[in-house]
T-cell receptor
Framework: GENVEQHPSTLSVQEGDSAVIKCTYSDSASNYFPWYKQELGKGPQLIIDIRSNVGEKKDQRIAVTLNKTAKHFSLHITETQPEDSAVYFCAAGYTGNQFYFGTGTSLTVIP | NAGVTQTPKFRVLKTGQSMTLLCAQDMNHEYMYWYRQDPGMGLRLIHYSVGEGTTAKGEVPDGYNVSRLKKQNFLLGLESAAPSQTSVYFC?????????FGPGTRLTVL
């Protein structure tokens, strides 16, 4: 099956700085790469996703890049704010099938 | 729409007891999933279903059973609970792409 690795496990940034979280995957057949944000005591919520036919996608302060050749994808958050503090998960898989999640990154934005 | 709901929110069991977790979705989604979340291990798929009456094993299915008798409901059963099943359980559903997660069930097995 798929193996997804995520780094770093914890990340602290000053408010206004950028944060980058990286993931690698093993199955070249994976075609869907979502990123989820999980706040304390809640279920994960999708913040952005990318499909294998796209190299980059942006939504306001959040962007995701995908390098299919190297099998890695990254989440970029610019102009971080305290409300961005949460645990972020990457995942890889096939649309309509099972996804494999990374182990999560705990992001702390310091005011 | 309520989205994805889970019942109960918290539960404490003794080793060997059984219980059923209920997941319900009102979005007419075909696919439903059960995950467990443990510290440092992310979300691991237990079982999933691609439609009413169908189920399939995920990464960590041992000790769990599931049923999908109705499209909107996905049940996760523990026949004989063990301390290793102490975890937070999340249900999710999707049509294609984005998975919508429930709020989770925190289960403690003593």
């Amino acid at each position: 099956g798929e193996n997804v690795e995520q780094h770093p496990s914890t990340l602290s940034v000053q408010e206004g700085d950028s944060a980058v979280i990286k993931c690698t995957y093993s199955d070249s057949a994976s075609n869907y790469f979502p990123w989820y944000k999980q706040e304390l005591g809640k279920g994960p919520q999708l913040i952005i996703d990318i499909r294998s036919n796209v190299g980059e996608k942006k939504d306001q302060r959040i962007a995701v890049t995908l390098n299919k050749t190297a099998k890695h994808f990254s989440l970029h958050i610019t102009e971080t704010q305290p409300e961005d503090s949460a645990v972020y998960f990457c995942a890889a898989g096939y649309t309509g099938n099972q996804f494999y999640f990374g182990t999560g990154t705990s992001l702390t934005v310091i005011p | 729409n309520a989205g994805v709901t889970q019942t109960p929110k918290f539960r404490v069991l003794k080793t060997g007891q059984s219980m059923t977790l209920l997941c319900a979705q009102d979005m007419n989604h075909e696919y439903m999933y059960w995950y467990r979340q443990d510290p440092g291990m992310g979300l691991r798929l237990i079982h999933y279903s691609v439609g009413e009456g169908t189920t399939a094993k995920g990464e960590v299915p041992d000790g769990y059973n599931v049923s999908r008798l109705k499209k909107q409901n996905f049940l996760l059963g523990l026949e004989s609970a063990a301390p290793s099943q102490t975890s937070v359980y999340f249900c999710a559903s999707t049509r294609v792409g984005e998975q919508f997660f429930g709020p989770g069930t925190r289960l403690t097995v003593l």
